[in-house]
């Protein structure tokens, strides 16, 4: 099994770069950004529970997203390895997804972090939000907040993995394919 951690800011490529790479490695997607906007789509109690979180640019309660990926493990006995994105973004969910995963006895084998100007986030959030259908792209005081929680909250989760040399810069600004290139280069030096 190869796990890994696509890493970075709100608007820093997470999702884009994700698909091609499971498309590559025939690794399991699991967005936890993804999977909430599933339950809000079918408007389940744990989806209505979310919303009023992501409305306001907030994170969602970590019980929540943590057995909501519990549930995404088990139902993926087969995979031959996962992608989180969006996940963890807490040093509590990564705790608690080191906990998970040493169940399964198949440890996170390296976080790549997207390194992104700010400037260039802005910019991006907000002309995704032309097409995104997202609420949470549209409003640039959302945007500010999802960027907030990433600086007090999420930023720690690299630390944590530090800790166990697993952290790897890419930079994330250039071409699709560029940044796809180098993401490549770092799994292939690992697998
Ligand atoms: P982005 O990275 O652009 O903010 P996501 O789709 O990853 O987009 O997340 C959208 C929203 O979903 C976040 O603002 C947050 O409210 C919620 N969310 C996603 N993943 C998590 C998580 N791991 N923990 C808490 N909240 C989450």
């Known amino acids: 099994m190869f796990n ?25 997607h699991l967005s936890t950004g993804d999977l909430l906007r599933h339950e809000i789509t079918r408007n389940t109690p744990l989806g209505q529970e979310a919303k009023s979180f992501m409305d306001k640019g907030s994170l969602v309660p970590d019980e929540v997203v943590i057995s909501m990926i519990g549930s995404a493990l088990d139902e993926n006995q087969d995979a031959k390895g996962f992608l989180f994105d969006g996940f963890p973004r807490t040093s509590t969910q990564a705790e608690a997804l080191d906990k998970l995963l040493e169940l399964k006895k198949t440890p996170i084998a390296v976080m790549l972090a997207l390194d992104v100007s700010e400037d260039e986030l802005l910019k991006r959030l907000l002309i995704r939000g032309e097409t995104s259908g997202r609420s949470d792209d549209t409003n640039e005081q959302v945007i500010r907040a999802r960027i907030k929680e990433y600086h007090d909250k999420t930023l720690v989760v690299a630390d944590y993995y530090r800790k166990f040399r697993k952290v790897v810069m890419v930079n994330g600004e250039g071409s699709v394919d560029n940044i796809f290139q180098r993401l490549c280069i770092e799994i292939d030096s690992r697998r």
Do not use: A, H, V
């Not at 770069?17 to 499971?22: A, D, F, R, V």
């Open 4 to 28: 890994l951690i696509l890493f970075g800011p709100p608007g820093s490529g997470k999702g884009t770069q994700s698909e091609k790479l499971i498309s590559r490695y025939g690794l399991k």
